[in-house]
């Protein structure tokens, strides 16, 4: 049967009588008795169980940690799961920030969570992204739904959050509406102009995600998603190619660089130095976002860098980019926007680098 969940919407619920119950979703998917689910208005056989959701959280911690012989601890072990999971982040509510009470109510889950789990980091639903929290936590959930030109202003966002404070977990973000289509090249462009300003602010934000991640074509609930499927095939839309090319080079060094140009507001780039997986080889990667309407010329000068340029590799470019900013990905076209890899092209210390108009392109350095 069909069943989608959207995540932490997906668990809360709008009444007490519909919530979602964990301890009904473990053992024999035949005897889960199910739910309805009041957020998205369809039933829930809850074939997706606990495995994947968290609620009444002491006993939904045992169950993820807990010993095998613990009493929620054994339950995970007898649906085939004796090692513990690695459970290491829990977020008290969902987009609840500013409802009465929630700051009473975090502070008792906050309190009870790291009494008995000291060691679990506790994520608040309050932006601490532009003014300190008044309440304890160890990260702050940030979520943004936008159009695309005010997804690219923000990647400013977090140029000026304080570094003292909790680091933010940006959990939910997309442009959406009609920017997006249903998943359109604008929308992947000003998204990784988003990324790039958190890659920036790395020491402030400790990680990321796309929401949502799934759509059955034949039952859209949310527009736009990463993924679309029927019950026999699927493809990823401009913005999962987006999250490929970042998630390739997860755990890099951020370099610090500047972009000067006299010519647009519309670009902003960054510098990493990361390791590919299957090589082993350390790269120089430059990732540089246009937003304009209109071509620019980069150039590009490597200073400073305390490794040594492989001048007989040249650059690997890859570039996300299209005809037509709403173009899409369709079951018929499901490689109309995707990352495209060029031949490497020799160059000296110096490259010039010429943008079209609103594309993500990626250059890889080979360094010693």
């Known amino acids: 049967m069909p069943m989608h969940a959207l995540g932490g919407t997906y668990v809360e619920g709008n009444y007490l009588q519909n919530k979602y119950e964990w301890k009904d979703t473990t053992g024999s998917w035949e005897e889960r008795p199910g739910h309805f689910n009041d957020i998205w208005n369809y039933w829930s056989d809850d074939g997706i169980g606990y495995l994947e959701y968290l609620q009444d959280a002491l006993d939904g911690i045992e169950f993820a940690r807990g010993s095998p012989r613990s009493r929620w601890g054994s339950v995970r072990a007898a649906m085939g799961h004796p090692k513990p999971f690695d459970l290491k982040y829990v977020a008290v509510g969902n987009e609840d920030c500013g409802l009465f009470n929630y700051e009473g109510n975090y502070l008792k889950f906050h309190d009870a969570i790291r009494y008995a789990y000291p060691d679990i980091k506790i994520i608040s639903n309050c932006d601490a992204s532009t003014k300190p929290l008044n309440q304890p936590a160890d990260l702050f959930d940030f979520h943004i739904y936008t159009n695309s030109n005010d997804m690219f202003s923000k990647s400013t966002q977090f140029d000026h959050t304080s570094r003292s404070g909790p680091k933010a977990f940006v959990s939910e973000y997309a442009v959406w509406r009609e920017d997006a289509g249903n998943g359109s090249l604008l929308a992947a462009v000003a998204e990784a102009a988003f990324l790039i300003g958190l890659e920036k602010n790395s020491d402030a934000v400790e990680m990321v995600c796309y929401a949502p991640l799934f759509s059955n074509i034949n039952d859209r609930r949310w527009v736009p998603d990463a993924i679309v499927f029927n019950s026999y095939q699927l493809y990823g839309t401009p913005s999962y190619w987006v999250q490929k090319l970042f998630i390739e080079s997860s755990g890099a060094t951020f370099l610090d660089s500047?972009?000067?140009?006299?010519?647009?507001?519309?670009?902003?780039?960054?510098?990493?130095?990361?390791?590919?997986?299957?090589?082993?080889?350390?790269?120089?990667?430059?990732?540089?976002?246009?937003?304009?309407?209109?071509?620019?010329?980069?150039?590009?000068?490597?200073?400073?860098?305390?490794?040594?340029?492989?001048?007989?590799?040249?650059?690997?470019?890859?570039?996300?980019?299209?005809?037509?900013?709403?173009?899409?990905?369709?079951?018929?076209?499901?490689?109309?926007?995707?990352?495209?890899?060029?031949?490497?092209?020799?160059?000296?210390?110096?490259?010039?680098?010429?943008?079209?108009?609103?594309?993500?392109?990626?250059?890889?350095?080979?360094?010693?």
Do not use: C, H
Request: aromatic content about 6%; proline content about 3%; hydrophobic content about 35%.
């Open 258 to 368: 500047t972009l000067n140009t006299n010519s647009s507001n519309k670009l902003i780039a960054s510098a990493i130095i990361w390791q590919n997986s299957t090589e082993k080889k350390n790269y120089l990667r430059v990732k540089v976002v246009n937003f304009g309407t209109t071509s620019e010329t980069l150039i590009i000068s490597i200073n400073g860098l305390n490794s040594t340029l492989q001048q007989n590799y040249g650059i690997r470019g890859t570039v996300l980019t299209s005809t037509n900013v709403m173009d899409e990905n369709s079951f018929s076209e499901p490689q109309k926007v995707v990352l495209q890899t060029n031949s490497p092209v020799k160059v000296g210390t110096s490259m010039d680098v010429i943008l079209d108009p609103y594309l993500v392109i990626s250059l890889d350095l080979l360094i010693s």
